[in-house]
């Protein structure tokens, strides 16, 4: 049994190969088809922009089924794939991926790195380092003082980083400025270097302020402020003979004398309050001292300077010295006054004067010492008799007039017999307050210098030769505690002497 099967087990084998090998169209035997290749994962980076606080890359992969990324500081350890794997940020697979990363600081490095992965093959990227953009430095500006005269102020104006520089100056504390004012109202100066800057025009013995400021794009940048005083400027008047007229305004007596030298040519007026001893009708030769208002002095409180349009300015110091040369023959006196003062303001007022002063006039020869002359001036006013609403019969008020409009009147009563009760001319005669003859109401009244009082005591003597008059007076008054000794001495008509 076991060689029958053996049998016809051999004999099916060897049926079916010849069959086989017998048949048109044998059996092929199939091959078995290989397993497709898989695609390594790729991922690349490429730098972007870079500004002050943001950098981006671009990031491109492929054949991927996980991409993740991450930046790191410079002073960081690179990380390895694990840790990118583990702690990065996922991007799009298979595709240009923009990467950006902001708020760093700026001028800051950094590296970017990615990872791929596919089935169990990961690819590492390249490492792409930038470095975040430097800010744009902002300007700076300074000023420095040179120097200063009365009128200008020299300094050093210095720039860095600025598109545009301006200055500018203002009187020391009349406002506040801001960086925005001085840029619009400003001075250009040229950025980015140092330039030496000369402002002028300005008022002499003031405070200043100088202020800069530089601009880059919306940023303002004032500089540090100087302060400077500017010099004071001493300025010299000139009184001289060519341009000033010179006269004399007396105040109070002949010890006092108040000199007006006026210069119309440049505008100006000096007044010198001259004090002397004794009492003269002129004011002797000597120096006088700015002062009290003492003999031998300049008055400091009266003594003055002005200007044209401004005010009178007092002086600080200073003097005059004054040669007189008289003319008795002419009754004139000619002077030579020179000296210098400084005012108060620091400025000098010099003078040289010569000529005569208008006012200044020599007593008539023969007038006694110590009197003041009242000397009448026909060719200004002639002496006329007034009338008065009060007047009685025998009554003449007589008022003489010198060459200043100053005033003499004589009040005087003569005997109604003798005149026609006054409508006769004036008898001759001697008439005195004393006698009765002339009343209180004869008085004087004085312009240069001024000085006005009813005479208390007063003594006239009269004489009429074919309706001239020769009338001397002696008279003596006292007003505001000072007392005077008149005399006058007059020869010529008196208009309205006799009334029809």
């Not at 240009?96 to 001028?107: C, H, N, Y």
Request: negative net charge; charged residues 20%; contains cysteine.
């Amino acid at each position: 049994m076991k060689k029958s099967l053996l049998f016809r087990t051999l004999f099916a084998l060897t049926a079916a190969l010849f069959l086989g090998a017998c048949s048109d169209n044998p059996a092929e035997t199939p091959t078995p088809a290989p397993n497709p290749p898989v695609e390594k994962p790729t991922v690349t980076l490429t730098a972007g922009e870079a500004t002050l606080d943001a950098l981006s890359v671009t990031l491109v992969s492929e054949h991927t089924e996980l991409v993740k990324w991450m930046c790191y500081a410079e002073e960081t350890p690179a990380p390895d794939a694990a840790t990118i794997l583990r702690d990065g940020t996922q991007a799009e697979p298979n595709r240009e991926v923009e990467i950006t990363v902001d708020e760093l600081p700026a001028a800051t490095t950094y590296t970017f790195v990615a990872v791929a992965v596919a089935g169990n093959e990961q690819t590492l990227s390249n490492r792409v380092t930038m470095t975040t953009l430097e800010p744009e430095p902002d300007p700076t500006v300074a000023l420095e003082f040179l120097s200063v005269t009365e009128t200008t102020v020299t300094f050093r104006l210095s720039s860095t980083d600025a598109e545009e520089v301006k200055w500018i100056y203002i009187e020391k504390g009349s406002r506040e400025l801001k960086a925005e004012q001085v840029l619009q109202y400003g001075t250009s100066a040229d950025a980015n270097t140092t330039v030496e800057i000369t402002a002028e025009g300005l008022k002499d013995d003031t405070e200043y302020e100088f202020h800069a400021v530089a601009a880059a794009g919306e940023v303002l940048v004032m500089a540090e402020p100087f302060e400077v005083k500017t010099i004071k400027e001493i300025r010299t008047y000139a009184v001289t003979s060519e341009n000033a007229s010179v006269t004399l305004y007396n105040t109070t007596s002949y010890t006092n004398f108040y000199v007006t030298f006026e210069d119309k040519v440049n505008n100006y007026t000096f007044v010198a309050d001259i004090y002397t001893a004794p009492e003269s009708n002129y004011f002797p030769e000597g120096e006088y001292a700015l002062g009290a208002a003492e003999p031998g002095n300049i008055s400091k409180s009266y003594t003055s300077f002005t200007e044209q349009g401004g005010d009178p300015q007092k002086f600080s110091e200073g003097s005059i010295n004054v040669t007189a040369t008289l003319n008795e023959k002419q009754r004139t006196v000619t002077y030579r006054i020179t000296g210098q003062l400084t005012l108060e303001s620091g400025h000098i007022v010099t003078v040289a004067y010569r000529g005569e002063i208008e006012g200044i006039i020599l007593p008539k020869p023969g007038a006694p010492e110590g009197y003041y002359t009242f000397e009448p001036d026909p060719s200004n006013l002639a002496p006329k008799r007034i009338t008065r609403n009060d007047e009685q019969p025998g009554q003449y008020t007589l008022r003489f007039y010198n060459k200043d409009s100053s005033e003499l009147t004589l009040d005087i009563l003569a005997d109604p017999a003798l005149c026609e009760n006054g409508n006769a001319g004036l008898p001759a005669g001697t008439y005195s307050i004393a006698a009765g003859t002339m009343t209180n109401y004869t008085n004087i009244s004085l312009y240069s210098p001024y000085w006005s009082c009813n005479l208390s005591s007063c003594k006239v003597e009269v004489s009429c030769e074919e309706g001239v008059y020769s009338i001397a007076v002696d008279a003596e008054g006292t007003s505001s505690g000072t007392t005077k000794k008149i005399w006058m001495e007059y020869t010529g008509e008196i208009q309205e002497m006799v009334r029809e």
